[in-house]
């Protein structure tokens, strides 16, 4: 699988929350930091959240005390938990490892309407 498969994206009003997933087989067997990243139309992608192999995460500014991210080793899966979700949080988000990055997937889309 050369990429991650990503999920739950949506629309949702301000105020709102979403739960996103991804998958891929690697993500229980491969000690690598793993990270959320979103990208605005017409920009490069950022990172919101990384999560190491041990499950300690990090957050961009903009998403502390927002958004919480999970990885679960057993079941290759990495969750990013989107709460009082703000206009300005509708882009394509997307994960991937910080180091030894794959090939990038689809994303997934979420948008927030005010």
């Known amino acids: 699988q050369a990429h991650f498969v990503e999920s739950g994206g949506g629309l949702v009003q301000s105020g709102g929350s979403l739960r996103l997933s991804c998958t891929h087989p690697?993500?229980?067997?491969?000690?690598?930091?793993a990270a959320w990243y979103r990208q605005f139309p017409g920009k490069d992608r950022e990172l919101v959240a990384e999560i190491t192999t041990c499950g300690e995460p990090e957050y961009q500014d903009s998403a502390k005390d927002r958004f919480t991210i999970y990885r679960d080793n057993a079941k290759n899966t990495m969750d990013l938990q989107m709460d009082n979700l703000q206009a300005e949080d509708t882009a394509v988000y997307y994960c991937?490892?910080?180091?030894?990055?794959?090939?990038w997937g689809p994303g997934t889309q979420v948008t927030v309407s005010a």
């Open positions: 690697s993500i229980g067997r491969y000690i690598n930091v």
């Open positions: 991937n490892y910080v180091l030894d990055a794959l090939d």
